[in-house]
């Protein structure tokens, strides 16, 4: 990520997500010198200053001297936060990873087409990140491989082939870790119910979770087949997965990412909206 290596970078919010980014920034090989932040709260602003970085809450004068500056604050503010700073962004890449924000909206109250539109997910915290990526034909090759350093940090990287696509990304991996986690809430659940400790059941619960991805990832095989792999005819895991196609199990996961798409394109508009 030599290029990258070479920006400054200025993220406009500091909360946990930027704060992932940062860390894999650093550990990458960033200066921490080449990064400011600007954050309305002392105790945020403090807890990055001891990191070496530069920090604020000016916003205007965090992008001064930015090459790249990220976006990274509440759909609910991001009005206010941007229209102060319309037309400070000559020579600066864009990047934003504000839910919902449509590009549309982002340059309406920057005046710049040169933006990249992110949705990331939770993992990035602990590097392990799925990132969807989005621009206009505004964002030349060389923005586009910018932004993908600065995002590949902290996890996969991403790029969809148009804006509606950032609502699907948004229902398989934007919201997707909450999905896994609720399937290990019921495992451990039905552990316990079974007779396990509740440690005992968590443990072997998130090992098992934790392995199977690791099989996905790693396996010449689909997840279809790793599934038909470990299910011998009449055995204990038939038992269960016959359970699964009882309940439509499969039917309802893409009839709730379905309805996730469809809140996230809701969401989008009543933003634009909010925004004019």
């Excluded at 200066?31 to 200053?49: F, G, N, Q, Y």
């Excluded at 491989?145 to 996890?155: C, M, P, R, Y």
């Excluded at 979770?209 to 010449?220: D, H, N, P, V």
Aim: proline letters at 4%; aromatic letters at 4%; glycine letters at 6%.
């Amino acid at each position: 990520m030599s290029a990258a290596l070479n920006c400054n970078i200025s993220f406009i919010g500091g909360g946990n997500m930027a704060q992932a980014l940062i860390g894999g920034l650093i550990s990458r090989g960033l200066p921490p010198t080449r990064i400011t932040v600007s954050d309305p709260v002392e105790k945020v602003r403090a807890l990055l200053a001891e990191k070496d970085l530069h920090v604020t809450d000016d916003n205007a004068a965090a992008i001064r001297d930015a090459d790249i500056v990220l976006f990274a604050v509440k759909p609910q503010v991001l009005a206010s936060v941007l229209k102060p700073l319309k037309g400070l962004f000559e020579g600066k890449l864009v990047m934003s990873i504000v839910a919902g924000a449509e590009i549309a909206t982002i340059a309406n109250l920057l005046d710049t087409n040169r933006i990249v539109r992110v949705m990331p997910n939770t993992p990035a915290l602990v590097q392990t990140g799925a990132h969807g990526l989005y621009a206009t034909d505004a964002v030349d090759a060389q923005d586009r491989e910018l932004a993908s350093q600065v995002l590949a940090a902290t996890g996969l990287t991403i790029w969809v082939n148009s804006e509606e696509q950032i609502d699907a990304v948004t229902a398989v991996s934007g919201s997707g870790p909450a999905y896994f986690f609720y399937m290990m809430e019921s495992m451990i659940r039905a552990g316990k119910n079974l007779g396990l400790d509740e440690k005992v059941a968590t443990a072997l619960t998130l090992q098992t979770a934790l392995g199977a991805a690791q099989m996905a990832i790693t396996s010449a095989n689909s997840p279809a087949e790793l599934r038909k792999n470990v299910t011998s005819p009449n055995g204990t895991t038939q038992a269960a997965l016959e359970v699964f196609d009882r309940a439509q199990i499969s039917q309802n996961i893409q009839a709730a990412l379905a309805a996730a798409q469809k809140r996230s394109q809701e969401l989008a508009q009543e933003l634009s909206e909010s925004s004019k």
